[in-house]
């Protein structure tokens, strides 16, 4: 295997030839941000968080651009920090900023960039585009008012479940993550997995909470509730503890 010859932010390290610059600057220990990446899932550069100075005319996506011999990769500068920072400026300027009573709030990877960029004023006005929340399925709750279209969900339903039950539909400023004929999850053929919610960045993709009807039937005197662990939770605490 032929290895490279590569320098990111000063440090040099030796990687096998393939290698994407943003694998060569995790062998650096040096952080590149990502929001749409996954890898070898979903390596498609569509965030532009990840840009890099690797010497070219235009700042390159890490996450896809390959090491050659000699590459020295520039990660961290004035003109690369404000250039992320205005694209996720812009990705939020869309986006359903109700952080606080989102599911997502203190585990979102949105939020915690934007707190790492130091992002406290969105410059731009964005058009909130006032979607439906589709919660029919007995499982999982689709909010596309806070997907950022990084494509994750589609990646790991497509690549890694073959189920192909969400795809990316529409184009331009229309662009949304849906079902066919943009129908609920609840009437294709989903299989109620939950990978998709599982790489969702952000709070458009998260399982259905029934605690409220199980706090309503506690309370209600004319039933009487049984109380069961479901037999994959005890299997799984038993793993846990031998």
């Known amino acids: 295997m032929n290895l490279l010859n590569v320098t990111i932010d000063g440090i040099k390290v030796q990687v096998p030839e393939g290698t994407s610059v943003l694998d060569a600057a995790k062998l650096a220990n040096v952080d590149i941000p990502t929001l749409c990446y996954l890898k070898d899932i979903n390596e498609i550069g569509a965030c532009r968080m990840c840009l890099v100075d690797v010497g070219a005319r235009a700042l390159q996506t890490a996450c896809v651009y390959p090491c050659s011999e000699g590459l020295n990769v520039i990660t961290n500068s004035?003109?690369?920090?404000?250039?992320?920072?205005?694209?996720?400026?812009?990705i939020l300027s869309n986006h359903e900023r109700t952080c606080l009573t989102c599911i997502r709030n203190n585990n979102c990877e949105l939020q915690a960039l934007s707190e790492?960029?130091?992002v406290r004023d969105i410059p731009y006005d964005g058009v909130s585009k006032g979607l439906p929340i589709d919660n029919i399925s007995k499982s999982i709750v689709r909010d596309n008012n806070k997907c950022i279209l990084c494509r994750r969900c589609v990646a790991v339903c497509n690549k890694i479940q073959t189920v192909g039950a969400i795809n990316v539909m529409e184009r331009g400023y229309d662009t949304i993550i849906s079902t066919a004929d943009h129908?609920?999850?609840?009437?294709?053929?989903?299989v109620n997995c939950g990978q998709c919610i599982n790489v969702c960045p952000v709070g458009a993709l998260y399982e259905k909470d029934n605690t409220q009807l199980v706090w309503d039937a506690i309370k209600d005197p004319d039933k009487h509730v049984v109380i069961q662990t479901a037999p994959s939770v005890r299997a799984g605490i038993g793993e846990e503890f031998g």
């Open 78 to 90: 004035p003109k690369i920090r404000d250039i992320r920072k205005a694209t996720l400026e812009l």
């Open 116 to 118: 790492k960029l130091n």
């Open 183 to 190: 129908r609920s999850i609840a009437d294709v053929n989903c």
